[in-house]
């Protein structure tokens, strides 16, 4: 079998999978799953997930099914809130 390797960090990904809440979006609308199947990146802890997880959360949100519940999520513009940074000399 291959090795993979975390495209961000390099390090070697391991088969094993965790459960990992994600959020996404389409077509202007949200969605955040919870207990998808990742490898997760132990170094820099970049999601992976298979291309069947892709296509069925792709699907889900097309037609969502189950949910549990919806909540509030805060919209925040960045650029005018941030605080101004220390100048390094
Ligand atoms: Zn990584």
Known sequence: MNQDFCEYCHTPLGQLKKKVTVYR????????FQQVPARVC??????????????????????????TETIAVPVI?????????????
């Open 42 to 67: 132990l170094g820099c802890g970049a999601k992976y997930f298979s291309a069947e997880v892709v296509q069925e959360m792709d699907q889900r949100m097309t037609m969502p099914t189950v949910t």
């Open 77 to 89: 513009p960045f650029e005018y809130t941030r605080r101004r940074e220390p100048v390094m000399a």
């Open 25 to 32: 979006h389409r077509h202007g609308r949200h969605f955040i």
